[in-house]
């Protein structure tokens, strides 16, 4: 049971350069989550699934793209990468959505960190 | 909107001193309160939680108590250890919150010196 994994673990960009994080669970989890983590900012919820086939805004989701491919795996791509999306970002699930908020552990994966030239 | 506030580090202490991490928060309703640790070149992990005021959660020695009357959770630990050093992350997870997000604190970097 590996839980959240995350590839690839380092990644240098130059700006303009696309690529794709992917992430996978392996706890049949319904609702995944990507966050980006910057120094003194805690992390930021840039987009979620919280289904199979669904998938919404975060706080942060400007220059961002997301597939749930699977109820397993959810990815993020940047299209056109630029130095303000230098950071570590963070894959998370947790089991599913519970009407009126959640008290599920939520579970991550352990991050890629992004560097855009 | 929700917040979370939490005591800017890094908090440097001596191998076997009480540690207190201050973390208030703000938000509407009844959310739940998480405390996640994350140890060098790591994901976050929790370490600890409560869904209701005055519940007390406890793990590794450590432990928060939920308090609706001052919208704190602040994480202690009696005698801290080499291993405790990590960043530890205040979060709050609100029924309204879209999707059931969890938002975060800034982190408290902690350093425990032998």
């Known amino acids: 049971n590996a839980g959240v994994t995350q590839t690839p673990k380092f990644q240098v960009l130059k700006t303009g350069q696309s690529m794709t994080l992917q992430c996978a669970q392996d706890?049949?989890?319904?609702?995944m989550y990507w966050y980006r983590q910057d120094p003194g900012m805690g992390l930021r919820l840039i987009y979620y699934?919280?289904?199979?086939?669904?998938?919404d805004k975060g706080e942060v989701p400007n220059g961002y793209n997301v597939s749930r491919l699977n109820k397993r795996e959810f990815s993020l791509r940047l299209e056109s990468a630029a130095p303000s999306q230098t950071s570590v970002y963070f894959c998370?699930?947790?089991?599913?959505?519970?009407?009126?908020?959640?008290?599920?552990?939520?579970?991550f994966g352990p991050g890629t960190r992004l560097t855009v030239l | 909107g929700n917040s979370v506030t939490q005591m800017e580090g890094p908090v440097t202490l001596s191998e076997e001193a009480f540690l207190t991490i201050n973390c208030t928060y703000t938000a509407t309703g009844y959310p739940s309160l998480f405390w996640y640790v994350q140890y060098p070149g790591e994901g976050l992990q929790l370490l600890l939680k409560a869904t209701k005021a005055d519940d007390k959660g406890s793990n590794k020695g450590f432990e928060a108590t939920y308090r609706k009357e001052t919208t704190s959770f602040h994480l202690e630990k009696g005698s801290v250890q080499v291993s405790d050093s990590a960043v530890y992350f205040c979060?709050?997870?609100?029924?309204?919150?879209?999707?059931?997000?969890?938002?975060f604190g800034g982190g408290t970097r902690l350093m425990v010196k032998p």
């Open positions: 998370a699930s947790i089991r599913g959505l519970i009407a009126g908020g959640s008290t599920d552990t939520q579970y």
């Open positions: 979060a709050l997870s609100a029924p309204q919150n879209a999707g059931n997000m969890l938002t």
């Open positions: 706890m049949n989890h319904n609702s």
């Open positions: 699934s919280a289904s199979e086939g669904t998938t």
